[in-house]
């Protein structure tokens, strides 16, 4: 397994309830270096997932919106419109890491409500620094 589909399904492991947005085919000749989760229906959180695209570095994000209702129409229109419509979100946590090997991430940069004690964490620890509920 590659280190973005480990990482896609560890988020759907920690986040039973998340469901991956999935653009119109429309795109599929564009490469997708960014993944949206939202969390579990009905709430105001979705999870972003970056790829750099070149090395195993990414970054994963909770944003935060105004309220359900407005997150539901942006991953309504995602399909169809892309990822800029998701500015509207706000920040709640970021964490960019280097995937060394399954259960193995190498911390870069983190601004969050949690506190990471190593730079060496596992999935878990990142879905954990990054959920908007802890």
């Known amino acids: 397994m590659n280190s973005l589909d480990y ?54 994000k909770c944003l935060e919106f105004q309220d359900a209702a407005l997150l539901r129409e942006l991953a309504d229109a995602y399909t169809e419109k892309g990822s800029k419509i998701f500015n509207a979100g706000q920040p709640v946590a970021t964490l960019s890491f280097i995937y060394q090997g399954e259960d193995n991430l190498r911390v870069r940069n983190y601004k969050g409500r949690s506190h990471i004690d190593s730079h060496e964490i596992s999935a878990r620890n990142l879905m954990y620094a990054v959920n908007p509920f802890e």
């Open 7 to 60: 990482l896609r399904d560890q988020i759907r492991t920690y986040f039973p309830d998340s469901k991956e947005l999935q653009l119109s085919s429309a795109f599929d000749g564009q490469r997708r270096f960014n993944f949206y989760f939202e969390i579990a229906p009905g709430q105001r959180h979705l999870l972003y997932l970056n790829w750099d695209g070149d090395i195993d570095g990414f970054t994963l």
